[in-house]
């Protein structure tokens, strides 16, 4: 069983910055995608970014490619998630989450292929 627990929202005015981390526990980290996604009111679900288990590859959402950054750090068994010239439509709440994916790359895009999830934190973009 994986634990996942974010840290690092907040509030921001536009332009700004933060950075999310999402630290891991109860697994081998490096055996795992993982993925950042956000959820407003309302919606379902949105796939933000993801990184294989290396960091060598990932894969962005449009809406936050140029802006955003994913990284890990294995031995610290930690993701995250940099987020830069944010904008008010990038609030949400930004959930982690892990895929069981051996020593295999992959970076998943969908909610239904990740394994676990932290509990979220709470990111506003606003004046």
């Known amino acids: 069983q994986v634990q996942l627990v974010e840290s690092g929202g907040g509030l921001v005015q536009p332009g700004g910055s933060l950075r999310l981390s999402c630290a891991a526990s109860?697994?081998?980290?490096?055996?795992?995608?993982m993925g950042w996604f956000r959820q407003t009111p309302g919606k379902e679900r949105e796939f933000v970014a993801a990184?294989?288990?290396?960091?060598?590859?990932?894969l962005y959402a449009d809406s936050v490619k140029g802006r955003f950054t994913i990284s890990r750090d294995n031995a610290k068994s930690t993701e995250y998630l940099q987020m830069n010239s944010l904008k008010p439509e990038d609030t949400a709440v930004y959930y982690c989450?892990?895929?069981?994916?051996?020593?295999?790359?992959?970076?998943?895009?969908?909610?239904?292929?990740?394994?676990?999830w932290g509990q979220g934190t709470q990111v506003t973009v606003s004046s």
């Open positions: 989450a892990a895929h069981y994916s051996g020593y295999v790359t992959v970076v998943p895009r969908s909610y239904r292929d990740y394994d676990y």
């Open positions: 990184i294989g288990w290396s960091g060598g590859r990932t």
């Open positions: 109860g697994g081998t980290f490096s055996t795992y995608a």
